[in-house]
């Protein structure tokens, strides 16, 4: 019998790429596609959901043009993406209303601050397990239907659709027949009900948003259609989409991390630490995110979520707009050359703070500046600002779940740095453990499809590819670790509330 494949697509937010997994869970072929980001003003951030949709058809043309197998033997694919970006479009033309708003948009901070002066806090947060805040989908959805001529009156009439990007390219793979969005994307619109695992009709209501336009919220592994033929990708007609997820559960999910109390980090574009917390969902006392992890086998698994906004975006800056490093690579060796920070402290909140301090109004700041610090310093603060993060919602997770995390799992782009992996090990007091394969976002998606296709029989079974490439164990005094941990929170103090 003929081995079989699944392809996952993994919809970032920068690249769109697709890779092909054996059952091994080991990558066979793998294609990406960078794409633009667009700031029409500051603190906006969009994309063109054509341009993303275009780039992901592309990396599956390149992933099977690669693929030395028969493309028969792709028994079905998994998407996992991006989860708040919202895009509207034409339910006849499918053509968007206008540039899909990113999940690091803050455009609708002084709307968010409305909602909260009207007291809606308490109930998004018991209803959704989240805080009202610009990162999540509603207030998008509204901004883009309150400012784009014609677009309320279409929606209410039923000619538009809303979805996250798992929505958008289901749609267009299937050519229209499938409008669904996975419950762990539906839970960070900031209108879905995540113990009824519907839509809220009073969010909808008090924002103004039509319930015709939004998509069907569904388990995270199950057939919701077949590839429909499309140019480029003729070979996968026909081929199952079985699978979908967010990218961080994705991850969650991909690390193995199937049992209660166990963790992962995804080190990519911003810093996503997750926790499953089982069967029943955690009301976090510590600012963090409560949400589904994925729907599988009839039964829901949830999770506690910090994020923040800005990690492998940081070393990105460092080298496209302040020209430091030519490459990731030279930050890491950079750091390496000098023993400390000679006390510089970075806070990257260029979009604003994530958990545990969601403060939209938080910008970046450099401080202890002096004449001794150089560009080594510069590198060195900037891998121990995206560790100092990681720890912030390391300590909010376990004070919210009373779980001491010993062994953290972690993966992303960034992840591949040895010095920032022991960084974060000293500063959190627990084992980071690296796996072999970090495409664990892709990897979670494929095994889901691959579940609902009878790929892998069971979580077991998934579980028994993981291996592992490093483990980091914690090697700092607690006394320096402390110093230099009390220091971060005051220079994380400093660059609070600035836009306001």
């Known amino acids: 019998m003929a081995e079989k494949y699944v392809m996952a697509l993994d919809q970032g937010t920068t690249s769109s790429r697709a890779i092909i997994f054996n059952k091994k869970g080991e990558i066979v072929a793998k294609s990406q596609n960078e794409f633009t980001q667009y700031y029409p003003q500051n603190g906006w951030v969009e994309h063109d959901a054509n341009e993303i949709l275009f780039s992901m058809i592309s990396a599956m043309m390149g992933c099977v043009r690669e693929f030395e197998g028969d493309p028969n033997q792709i028994a079905g694919i998994g ?3 991006q989860r708040e970006t919202t895009v509207i479009w034409d339910k006849e033309t499918g053509k968007p209303v206008y540039n899909a708003i990113v999940w690091q948009c803050r455009r609708t901070a002084d709307y968010c601050e409305q909602l909260k002066s009207e007291g809606l806090s308490s109930y998004v947060k018991s209803t959704t397990g989240l805080l009202i805040d610009a990162y999540f989908s509603a207030t998008k959805i509204k901004w883009i239907l309150d400012n784009v001529e014609g677009a309320r009156e279409r929606a209410e009439n039923g000619e538009l659709l809303f979805g996250t990007i798992d929505t958008w390219l289901i749609w267009n793979l299937t050519h229209g027949k499938v409008h669904v969005t996975d419950y ?10 995540i113990d009824k695992l519907c839509w809220d ?4 209501e008090k924002m103004g948003i039509p319930m015709c336009m939004l998509p069907k919220p569904v388990p995270s592994s199950q057939i919701y259609g077949e590839v429909a033929p499309i140019t480029g990708i003729e070979e996968l007609k026909g081929v199952p989409i079985a699978g979908a997820v967010g990218d961080q559960p994705g991850a969650l999910f991909g690390q193995g991390c199937f049992e209660k109390g166990q963790a992962k980090n995804t080190y990519g574009t911003g810093c996503f630490l997750l926790m499953n917390t089982g069967e029943e969902r955690i009301d976090s006392k510590s600012n963090l995110l409560s949400g589904v992890a994925w729907g599988l086998d009839g039964k829901v698994t ?3 979520e910090g994020s ?3 990690a492998g975006s940081v070393i990105k800056w460092l080298r496209d707009e302040l020209e430091l490093i030519s490459t990731a690579k030279e930050c890491d060796d950079l ?4 023993p400390d920070t000679n006390g510089l402290y970075i806070v990257p909140a260029f979009t604003g703070l994530g958990a545990p301090y969601w403060d939209m109004y938080a910008r970046g700041i450099m401080i202890g500046l002096t004449r001794s610090i150089n560009k080594k310093h510069v590198c060195r603060a ?7 993060q990681m720890t912030d919602l390391l300590e909010a997770m376990m004070s919210d779940s009373d779980i001491m995390l010993k062994d953290l799992r972690v993966d992303g782009g960034a992840s591949v740095s040895d010095i920032m992996m022991q960084m974060q090990a ?5 084992n980071v453990n690296r796996p072999v394969n970090r495409e664990a976002t892709a990897l979670g998606a494929a095994y889901l499809a691959g579940l609902a296709t009878g790929v892998w029989e069971s979580t077991e079974e998934i579980e028994r590819n993981r291996q592992v490439d490093k483990i980091f164990v914690p090697s700092m005094e607690a006394q320096l670790r402390n110093k230099k941990y009390s220091e971060w929170k005051r220079a994380v103090e400093r660059s609070r509330n600035w836009e306001r």
Request: with cysteine; glycine share 2%.
């Open 79 to 81: 998407i996992t993406n």
């Open 184 to 193: 762990s994307n539906a839970c960070r619109t900031m209108l879905f009900d």
């Open 201 to 204: 009709e009073y969010l909808c």
């Open 302 to 304: 949830y999770d506690l």
């Open 308 to 310: 923040a906004f800005n």
């Open 335 to 338: 750091a390496e050359m000098v």
């Open 382 to 388: 900037v891998l121990e600002s995206i560790t100092y």
């Open 426 to 430: 000293d500063m959190t007091g627990c």
